[in-house]
């Protein structure tokens, strides 16, 4: 049996195994967020979002996963989300010197490309970084309230990049009338973090803004040199969610960064430095029918990197590298309560990718830019269905047409029991991948245009046990 039909048997055989329709739901589910952050009435406890695009308990993950809740993130005192995610099972980080440098995460072993990371919900990726993955070395934690990692094949949700995991980094929301914050802190090498936002929450309104400012005389990225090289990187974000009726509500979302490093060369000290700047935005329209139960989001995501890099030696053209990457993604999800155990997810998706990359020389001072452009167009669904108290089952297809690539269709299957009241949980899953080369590998004055998808199969089985309600012990 082929991948694709297995695939298609395994969701099949959940779909197929439904049980009759029932009217009501429970509270958890009617008031559970969904991936873009999208509030209930009531908070809900101990749920993961990443997971399924939308809040379900822990204990019903066929996935592993593990979350960075705010006071997690404060305890451990660190600056830049890679470090705090290298701090978590199964996960590195590489950084080619101080904080702001580039730097790559990885989930078990796989690739940095082949981690999905998410800023409230929206993908984040640089297609005009070598192989298209996000470089994670101007992402501080600023106004960041939860960090959820999760580990393993991801595709059928997140996209068929999702191969290693996907992390889904949620910024801070206001729960009062007016409430803000300041934090400051000062350390060696002439460090300095601030912090700050604001905000406020209404039965029709709840808004914030936050900014950050970070600065160190960092340290020299060459091992035996003696010429500092430091990093400052300004940061602002902002939402707003305005309820329009109490089934419509209106999101608007937004990130930006501005982050400056100073670099070595690969053989000694050098003046060379570089600029970063980061948007995110989002708009989407949120509207719930059928009471609750089947709840839609209409939503546009838009990301633009543009970095440059100079080199103050070479008088005639200090300037060595301009890149920008843009995204654009229209994206339509639905989840909806068919009984009390049976949930689904389901959406379409449709991106543009572009990308624009030239290196300036002192023997070609003005080069013609190096363009590519990609669409991909997507339709995914996933069933989850609680079979009996304390097992789930959740299955799920993704079907990807490619521009340059064609058409792809992946699977993916999971399970999670839990025991002794959710003391003791058993997960297994197993899951597909496909990544498409990135347009610098494509189309970069360095590409190829002979370049192969990769593919990839995953599985897993895990046990964690809790120990008096304090700890987690996983295998």
């Known amino acids: 049996m082929n991948r694709t039909a297995f695939a298609t048997l395994a969701a099949a055989s959940l779909l197929a195994a439904a049980p009759a329709f029932a009217a009501e739901i429970t509270d958890q589910q009617a008031a559970a967020p969904d991936v873009a952050g999208r509030a209930g009435a009531t908070a809900v406890a101990d749920v993961i979002v990443t997971a399924n695009r939308s809040a379900q308990p822990v204990e019903r993950v066929g996935a592993s996963v593990t979350v960075l ?9 660190t600056p830049a989300v890679a470090e705090l995610l290298a701090q978590t099972p199964g996960v590195s980080f590489t950084r080619n010197g101080g904080v702001g440098t580039s730097t790559g995460v990885n989930i078990r072993g796989a690739e940095s490309q082949h ?21 994670f ?16 094949a991801q595709s059928t949700l997140w996209g068929s990049q999702a191969i290693g995991g996907v992390v889904n980094i949620v910024t801070a929301e206001p729960t009062e009338a007016l409430q803000g914050s300041f934090d400051a802190e000062a350390g060696a090498r002439g460090t300095t973090y601030f912090r700050g936002g604001v905000g406020g929450a209404n039965d029709r309104l709840s808004w914030r803004l936050a900014a950050s400012r970070y600065d160190t005389d960092g340290f020299s ?41 100073d670099f070595d060369a690969f053989n000694g000290d050098s003046r060379e430095y570089g600029k970063t700047k980061e948007l995110v935005g989002y708009a989407g329209l949120n509207f719930d029918l059928l009471d609750g139960r089947f709840r839609n989001r209409i939503g546009y995501a838009y990301t633009d990197t543009n970095r440059l890099n100079y080199n103050p030696a070479t008088t ?24 009390e155990t ?57 079907y990807d047409d490619h521009a340059q690539y064609g ?22 899953s ?38 008096f309600d304090r700890a987690v012990v996983s295998a």
């Open 69 to 77: 809740t705010q006071a997690a993130i404060d305890a451990r005192q």
């Open 115 to 135: 981690t999905v990371v998410l800023i409230d919900g929206v993908k984040l990726n640089d297609p005009s970084s070598t192989q298209g993955g996000f470089n």
């Open 137 to 152: 070395g101007n992402l501080l934690v600023g106004d960041t309230a939860r960090i959820e990692v999760l580990r393993g």
């Open 221 to 261: 990225a060459f091992a035996k040199g003696t010429e500092d090289d430091g990093y400052t990187n300004t940061g602002l974000s902002g939402r707003l969610n305005l309820k329009i009726t109490d089934a419509v509500s209106l999101d608007l979302r937004s990130v930006w960064s501005n982050g400056q490093n």
């Open 316 to 339: 005639v053209q200090p300037l060595t590298f301009d890149a920008a990457g843009e995204n654009r993604r229209w994206e339509y999800q639905g989840t909806f309560a068919v009984t």
């Open 342 to 398: 049976l949930n689904t997810t389901f959406g379409i998706e449709s991106e543009r990718s572009e990308m624009r990359t030239r290196s300036p020389s002192a023997f070609n001072l003005n080069p013609a830019f190096a363009r590519g452009q990609a669409d991909l167009d997507s339709a995914y669904a996933q069933v989850q269905w609680t079979v009996l108290d304390g097992l789930t089952l959740t299955g799920g297809l993704r």
């Open 407 to 428: 058409d792809n269709l992946l699977g993916q299957v999971a399970a999670a029991w839990a025991l002794n009241d959710g003391d003791t949980v058993v997960r297994a």
């Open 430 to 467: 197993w899951g597909q991948g496909f990544r498409a080369p990135g347009l610098y590998e494509l189309y970069s004055e360095y590409g190829n245009l002979t370049l192969q998808p990769e593919e990839f199969d995953s599985w897993e089985v895990g046990v964690e046990q809790s120990l």
